[in-house]
């Protein structure tokens, strides 16, 4: 057993269709956060009480369906999904209905950062998972649109291991990079970096 097939033992039993949301993103290769991050992600919007979140970059709803179960459990509220392919969306809504989460998501499909732009706020969560060249400039609307004591959960921080290659040069390693420097760089962020699966940046905006 690895490391990450124990730590995903100690997340608590999924229900069927996230089980099965797993079991096709694994056999289709398709990218998600995985049990362990997802759990952290509920136990984070649980803990703030979170009851507006928006994420940027959804995949087919894994990551929201955490999202959402915590946002019904503190009151209700809105969850923010947002994909660029409106295939990808219907899926999402297929399993997040299946889920019966269907009431308190909203789908855009679009660009992620220009539609939180365009999303009236404040968030208590901004969950990031675009494109990782476009992690620095998804910061400043992140900014503005979380409220104080708000969080900010980025995926794919440690980059598969490429942030720490002094050989790799790309934009998309350069942008993960940059990130992680102005988070550290900034007073008005508390920021750790948890390092399951490929690394959650947990950041607390202070306004």
Partial sequence: M???????????ERVPELRAMEARAEAERFPIIGPACGHLCYQVARTIGARRVFELGSGFGYSTAFFARAVVENGGGVVHHTVWDQALSDRAR????????????????AEAVEALRRTPGPFDIVFNDIDKEGYPGALAPIEEALRPGG??????????????????????????????RRLRASPRWITSLVPLRDGLVVATWLG
């Fill in 151 to 180: 969080v900010l959960l980025v995926d794919n921080m440690l980059w598969g291991g490429r942030v720490y290659d002094s050989r790799d040069h790309s934009p998309a390693t350069e942008g993960v990079r940059e990130l992680t």
């Fill in 2 to 12: 690895t490391e990450r097939e124990y730590i995903d033992t100690l997340v608590p």
């Fill in 94 to 109: 297929g399993h997040l209905d299946a889920l019966g989460y269907g009431g308190v998501v909203t789908y855009h499909v």
